[in-house]
């Protein structure tokens, strides 16, 4: 569950931007301010039902977003560039300014 949380929030994260007023205060409310279903609905005088459905297809978006446009599976490639070249600079004891330099301008890139 935590894994799916987490996707759902990298995608959530990259997609927010394309999302409807509606669709994205009903996803930070559930996954990342943890309201439960009830409390959303009792916040916007709606059925628990209708919160379900929506956060539910809202999902099925972000999964879409992320089929067509793959931002999220670039980032984490990045990362684990950046994380190797990180990890051979530090095991060959290699240091070269530039390169760390470059390194992290890459890790400022995708902080965003």
Known sequence: MLEKTTRINMFFAFYQPLLT?????????YY?????LGEIAEEYEISRQAVYDNI????KILET???KLGLVAVFKKQNDIVTGLR???TENQW?????????NELDEINLY
Do not use: F, G, W
Not at 21 to 29: C, D, G, R
Not at 56 to 59: D, F, H, I, L, P
């Open 21 to 29: 007023a509606k669709q994205s205060e009903y996803m930070t409310l």
């Open 32 to 36: 990342e301010d943890d309201y439960s």
């Open 56 to 59: 539910k297809r809202t999902v």
């Open 65 to 67: 977003y992320e089929e």
């Open 87 to 89: 990890h051979q600079i």
């Open 95 to 103: 240091e070269d300014p530039k390169v760390t330099a470059l390194l």
